[in-house]
T-cell receptor, first 112, second 114 residues
């Protein structure tokens, strides 16, 4: 079963705006990660946040984690056309036996 | 996706045919994974390996077999392909950064079963 559930499933915004994607999960985690997938390509790791962290920044990316609500959000600031991609959250579960479990993804479109 | 190479990139099969997907890594990692990606389903783990000579079942293993005879290679086999196995298949290797598991993916293999 899918651990992560992203919403929205699709998001379309204008270039320069901020994009926010959310991820909810069900079981205790060691960390939560976000990956990006450009059309026709493999997934690429973006950022990781550990269960004892609440917020993490990397360039234009900001990730938050609320373990009490079992949810995370990914914020991309000042979006660019090149940010158009699908974004997936993945959880490294405490009982996960070294396996990441991926959500269904959010398809982000940045309009010029 | 330097370091993880999948072959072939595209393949069309008829129902009942067999084939093998090859994943090769040049990074000497122990853990390797095969996922399938379907629209609206995200990525689902098929099989994985924690080292040479070992394999284990993931979330959706039925209809697939795997082998890890050499550390660098992880093979995914379909003995008798079915239309339900039409999908994009991704191989990944696990890297550890500051104690956390992070995956590096190949570019994918698109399989169509008619």
């Amino acid at each position: 079963s899918q651990q992560g559930e992203e919403d929205p499933q699709a998001l379309s915004i204008q270039e320069g705006e901020n994009a926010t994607m959310n991820c909810s999960y069900k079981t205790s985690i060691n960390n939560l990660q976000w990956y990006r997938q450009n059309s026709g390509r493999g997934l690429v790791h973006l950022i990781l946040i550990r269960s004892n962290e609440r917020e993490k920044h990397s360039g234009r990316l900001r990730v938050t984690l609320d373990t009490s609500k079992k949810s995370s959000s990914l914020l991309i600031t000042a979006s660019r056309a090149a940010d158009t991609a699908s974004y997936f959250c993945a959880t490294d579960r405490v009982q996960g036996a070294q396996k990441l479990v991926f959500g269904q993804g959010t398809r982000l479109t940045i309009n010029p | 996706n330097a370091g993880v190479t999948q072959t072939p990139k595209f393949r069309v099969l008829k129902t009942g045919q067999s084939m093998t997907l090859l994943c090769a890594q040049d990074m000497n990692h122990e853990y390797m994974y095969w996922y399938r990606q379907d629209p609206g389903m995200g990525l689902r783990l098929i099989h994985y390996s924690v080292g040479e000579g070992t394999t284990a079942k993931g979330e959706v293993p039925d209809g697939y077999n795997v082998s890890r005879l050499k550390k660098q290679n992880f093979l995914l086999g379909l003995e008798s392909a079915a239309p339900s196995q039409t999908s994009v298949y991704f191989c990944a290797v696990r890297e550890v950064f500051s104690g956390a598991n992070v995956l590096t993916f190949g570019a994918g293999s698109r399989l169509t079963v008619l």
